[in-house]
């Protein structure tokens, strides 16, 4: 299978599989005409070793830049820190065309639509996760996968073929996957969680870097 054909099972940016997302996007975009509003591409090299895994796009954030975790409040901890420990060229996302590269790093999320409230439904979440499973089909050298919320740890879990009950989920835990993969888990860097504390800049910070010394 050539690169470009890989590529075709892990994203479609005409997919119409869920109507009411479909539906939202039309409707954001009448509203919005600058904005991306399209399922939004994972970002990164397919190599790379990490992949990190969040929710779906935020309506000012991903779904308008056309990036994961690019122009909302989501972004700045997610790449400083990816910078800080040596997965991002520059700290901070700013749009698809600033320059910024990771480094043996990819990140996607477990619904590739924005939807409404930013709450994706049960259907919504298990259609998508073809394309999430496809994706770490054809990502032979990854070793560990971030997951950032429960969400997305559960839809990495089920990608894999795993059941979400046998690996729970808790901040900062490790589980040990079949076949040498490990699933790392994380609160999400959402506004609430960092606004409220529940997650800290140190907190994350520890996080990546256990992953850092993971892979060297």
Not at 136 to 147: D, G, K, Q
Request: charged fraction near 20%; hydrophobic fraction near 40%; proline fraction near 7%.
């Amino acid at each position: 299978m050539s690169q470009s054909e890989a590529a075709a099972t892990w994203y479609d940016p005409d997919c119409q599989r869920c109507p009411r997302l479909a539906g939202f996007l039309k409707e954001v975009k009448a509203s919005h005409p600058g904005y991306f509003c399209k399922p939004v591409p994972p970002f990164g090299a397919q190599h790379a070793r990490l992949l990190i895994v969040g929710l779906a796009p935020g309506l000012n954030g991903a779904n308008a830049t056309g990036r994961p975790f690019t122009g909302d409040w989501c972004g700045p901890l997610l790449y400083s820190t990816l910078y800080r420990h040596g997965f991002a060229s520059r700290a901070e996302s700013v749009s698809r065309d600033d320059g910024l590269e990771l480094i043996d790093c990819r990140i996607s999320n477990a619904v590739k639509c924005l939807p409404p409230q930013n709450k994706p439904e049960l259907a919504e979440i298990r259609r998508c996760n073809t394309f999430l499973s496809a994706e770490i089909a054809a990502s032979p050298a990854l070793r560990v996968i971030l997951t950032l919320g429960t969400i997305a740890h559960q839809a990495a879990l089920e990608a894999c073929g795993l059941r979400a009950r046998a690996y729970p989920f808790a901040h900062h835990q490790i589980h040990q996957l079949p076949g040498g993969l490990r699933l790392v888990n994380s609160y999400h860097v959402s506004r609430y969680n960092t606004q409220t504390g529940r997650l800290t800049p140190a907190m994350f910070d520890a996080v990546l870097a256990e992953i850092r010394s993971m892979l060297d």
